[in-house]
């Protein structure tokens, strides 16, 4: 009942920019919390940026001074800002968002919902 829709993926040099953005939609009556993850060939998905509805924000070490995330509720879309990329920072990128979904019976249900992924590849 939501799907999460990303884009702005691609291949980049080392000390390159990226903008990855994502957006909300089907029967959805709240978001809650949005954010991205990341996940490099052999190593677990981890967290890279999370933003609050009400603008609070939390990043990964690695990333931090480097990456901005923003959202706008309105648009029920959320943009992560890559710059002085590293080959380290080459993943999957994985939108997520705990939000509130609407069933066809009326029923809300609360879940935690992913994006398809995009790839970044950051080349030295």
């Known amino acids: 009942q939501v799907q999460l829709v990303e884009s702005g993926g691609g291949s980049v040099q080392s000390g390159g920019s990226l903008r990855l953005s994502c957006t909300a939609s089907?029967?959805?009556?709240?978001?809650?919390?949005m954010g991205w993850y990341r996940q490099a060939p052999f190593k677990q998905r981890e967290l890279v940026a999370i933003?609050?509805?009400?603008?609070?924000?939390n990043y990964a070490a690695s990333v931090k001074g480097r990456f901005t995330i923003s959202r706008d509720n309105s648009e029920k879309t959320v943009h992560l800002q890559m710059n002085s990329l590293k080959p380290e920072d080459t993943a999957a990128y994985y939108c997520?968002?705990?939000?509130?979904?609407?069933?066809?019976?009326?029923?809300?249900?609360?879940?935690?919902?992913w994006g398809q992924g995009t790839q970044v590849t950051v080349s030295s």
């Open positions: 089907g029967r959805i009556s709240r978001i809650d919390a």
């Open positions: 997520h968002a705990d939000a509130l979904g609407l069933l066809p019976t009326g029923e809300f249900v609360a879940g935690k919902y």
């Open positions: 933003v609050t509805s009400g603008g609070m924000t």
